[in-house]
């Protein structure tokens, strides 16, 4: 049986890391105990000093850690499961949406729209609370499902709050010009967000990052889906036909530049033609 002089020691070592454990709570992600914590730090020999403590002992130093030291990112993991949830739900409602639109089922796709119109709201409006309480909790494609229901529901302003909340840093070129075009869309639509010369902005800085691309093919896929974005929104503000006609002209050369196979899917390709579909019927030789 242990001396009190070993009792002690044994004690300050465990008091020594909780305090470790303690001073990096704010650099690790919420998701593990304090005991997990332990075990995967750089002292976790000290996790088996809490052998022939009282299980009620161990028990205080947790509920210390939770309620005391950061509450909130306890809370943040049990929200994270809601969230993570939530946001799988609105993916999944938006994938089926646009699987019918892909396949030319308009008619079909607006009527799932309209059934789920009172589901997304409520989703939507819970995961944007979610995500103002723990922006971290979100990750970039999570945020961009966020965006989407935001601007479909026409909240343009907390759309582009969420699109601005990304991190650039840690985007690719690709990302970086995909961001640029959706900030874009949110402020070409219409809404409180809505401002046509800096959704024009957007596009020319999605253009300036896909120009940076190595390979040809992929800066001529972003410059089509650039284009195309572009196209159809000035259409749909009424702009001059003259004024998009250039727009139009260049997509039209792309698609006989860069011919897609016909056993292929290319939803990109797909979206240029609806796009030169739509400039022919309401600008017809402009």
Same mark, same amino acid.
């Given at each position: 049986?242990?001396? =009190?002089?070993?009792?002690?020691?044994?004690?300050?070592?465990?008091?020594?890391?909780?305090?470790?454990?303690? $001073?990096?709570?704010?650099? $690790? =992600?919420?998701?593990?105990?304090?005991?997990?914590?332990?075990?995967?730090?750089?002292?976790?020999?000290?996790?088996?000093?809490?052998?022939?403590?009282?299980v009620t002992a161990v028990a205080a130093y947790t509920q210390f850690e939770e309620k005391v030291w950061n509450p909130d990112k306890y809370e943040a993991i049990a929200q994270r499961g809601v969230a993570v949830e939530k946001v799988s739900r609105l993916q999944q409602i938006n994938s089926e949406i646009f699987a019918l639109q892909s396949q030319g089922k308009e008619a079909e796709a607006f009527a799932r729209v309209e059934a789920t119109r009172g589901q997304i709201q409520r989703l939507?409006?819970?995961?944007?609370?979610?995500?103002?309480?723990?922006?971290?909790?979100?990750?970039?494609? =999570?945020?961009?499902?966020l965006v989407e229901a935001l601007l479909s529901s026409g909240e343009t302003d907390s759309a582009l709050a969420v699109a601005n909340s990304v991190d650039i840093d840690r985007l690719d070129t690709i990302e970086t010009s995909d961001l640029s075009l959706l900030k874009g869309r949110i402020q070409y639509a219409e809404g409180p967000a809505f401002d046509i010369e800096a959704a024009r902005q957007h596009m020319r800085d999605a253009g300036a990052a896909a120009q940076t691309l190595e390979r040809e093919?992929?800066?001529?896929?972003?410059?089509?889906?650039?284009?195309?974005?572009?196209?159809?929104?000035?259409?749909?503000?009424?702009?001059?036909?003259? =004024?998009?006609?250039?727009?139009?002209?260049?997509?039209? $050369?792309?698609?006989?530049?860069?011919?897609?196979?016909?056993?292929?899917?290319?939803?990109?390709?797909?979206?240029?033609?609806?796009?030169?579909?739509q400039f022919q019927a309401s600008c017809g030789e402009s």
């Open positions: 049986m242990p001396d =009190e002089l070993e009792i002690e020691r044994r004690l300050t070592k465990l008091e020594t890391s909780v305090e470790f454990i303690r $001073e990096k709570l704010d650099e $690790e =992600e919420p998701e593990k105990t304090l005991l997990q914590q332990v075990l995967d730090s750089a002292n976790w020999k000290n996790f088996f000093y809490l052998i022939g403590i009282p939507t409006g819970d995961v944007y609370e979610l995500w103002k309480k723990f922006p971290n909790l979100f990750g970039l494609y =999570e945020k961009y499902t093919g992929q800066q001529m896929q972003m410059f089509e889906k650039i284009l195309a974005v572009r196209a159809i929104n000035e259409l749909w503000r009424g702009t001059d036909c003259a =004024e998009v006609a250039p727009f139009a002209e260049t997509l039209a $050369e792309m698609v006989e530049m860069m011919p897609v196979p016909e056993d292929s899917v290319d939803v990109g390709r797909d979206n240029t033609l609806a796009v030169l579909g």
